[in-house]
């Protein structure tokens, strides 16, 4: 359990320095654009053009490790979710199925207890309580809880939540507002098939669309080559913000 912890503790604080990087007292850099065709250019970083669509809808990157497809996607009364919606669940099929739940204990056995799990961390601005499985993280204004059936939940200001169980971990992060939308999705996991170990999505558009998508699928362990970086530059390279 511990490990799960620190791993959904770690996200978290990640995904959390990312939205104070972009995004400043609740506002976008510099307005968001509107556009009718993507502008592909032939590398960003590490990531290399290798297909462009004649209509300008979509394009695709490659790097060692990472595929991004960039896509434009129109919006119906300017809901984003509607439209990201159907990613996200395509994404998920990556996600390896849950552990058949364990069998329960024989009647009158004692439950496993494990002395070794306690934790106890008080420094300023992080707190860590752990106890036979069950934890708690405080970091700032993350809060993590982590239940004895191996699952962890956090939740950051209502804008990002961070799900962690035994297969890996999900990031939700967004805001919409008259200034414009924004999400990131991603899922991570050692355990997906074709040895991928994250994938996700960076959205971001006008309020009413469209918005452009770049999905990224990344069988690197670490963010090694900034290929999250590279995608998130083409994002901005079309839209702004």
């Avoid at 995904?15 to 509107?34: F, M, N, Q, V």
């Avoid at 250019?41 to 462009?52: E, F, M, N």
């Avoid at 984003?80 to 998920?92: D, F």
């Avoid at 669309?209 to 699928?217: T, Y």
Wanted: charged letters at 20%.
């Amino acid at each position: 359990m511990n490990r799960l912890m620190l791993l959904a503790a770690g996200v978290a604080a990640l995904s959390l320095g990312a939205c104070h990087r972009e995004i400043h007292h609740g506002r976008w850099h510099e307005p968001l654009k509107t556009i009718s065709k993507l502008d592909c250019p032939d590398s960003q970083g590490q990531l290399k053009r290798v297909s462009a669509a004649p209509d300008g809808l979509t394009c695709a990157y490659q790097s060692d490790n990472t595929e991004v497809t960039l896509r434009l996607i129109s919006l119906t009364n300017g809901d984003a979710q509607a439209a990201l919606t159907p990613i996200e669940t395509e994404l998920k099929t990556l996600m390896p199925p849950p552990a058949p739940p364990a069998p329960p204990a024989a009647p009158g056995a004692p439950a496993a207890k494990d002395d070794n799990d306690k934790v106890s961390i008080d420094f300023p601005g992080l707190h860590v309580r752990a106890d036979n499985g069950a934890a708690e993280v405080k970091i700032g204004g993350i809060n993590v809880d982590a239940d004895d059936n191996g699952g962890a939940q956090v939740r950051m200001g209502g804008n990002t939540a961070v799900d962690a169980d035994d297969r890996g971990a999900e990031i939700h992060q967004g805001r919409s507002n008259d200034a414009g939308t924004r999400a990131t999705f991603i899922l991570a996991s050692d355990k997906m098939p074709g040895g991928y170990h994250v994938v996700g999505y960076e959205a971001r558009g006008p309020k009413a669309g469209p918005i452009v998508v770049a999905v990224v699928k990344s069988k690197a362990e670490h963010n090694e080559h900034g290929a999250f970086d590279d995608m998130k530059a083409l994002v901005t390279h079309n839209v702004g913000g």
